[in-house]
């Protein structure tokens, strides 16, 4: 639970300092978290790193659409937000450091055409799970398996 005190804590700096951006990010983990400890599938570090990661990118494509009809304004109040949040994820891979991983598995789950993809998926995405996106650990394992 160090997640939660270290949210509420820092919603109180927020609210200290007046970021109104930063708050309004903070109180969204908050009841994440809340909702998460009252959920079936309880509140544990696995569940917490899924519902953030699950934020970020609700942010980051709310932030592709209002890109695509010029609303720049709302863009970067989403991406700002998304940004807020990630500090809390763990640091995500490099694409070098996924391609390696994702070579890695490819050789040890014997993967040799893009048939094999699903193998290749479910074994990365456990390994690389909080570490890496899907959609960027998909799109390499597609290209190395193309080769």
Sequence with gaps: MALEE???????TAMLAKDSVKLESLRAVKSAILLLKTSPEGYTDETELKALQKMVKQRKETADVYKTQNREDLAQVELTQAAVIEAYL???MSEDDIRKEVAA???SV??????????VMGVATKQLAGKADGKIVSTIVKELLSK
């Design 6 to 12: 270290k949210i509420n804590a820092d919603i109180k």
């Design 90 to 92: 763990p640091k995500q």
């Design 105 to 107: 598995i490819i050789s």
């Design 110 to 119: 014997g993967a040799s055409s893009p048939a094999d993809m699903g193998k």
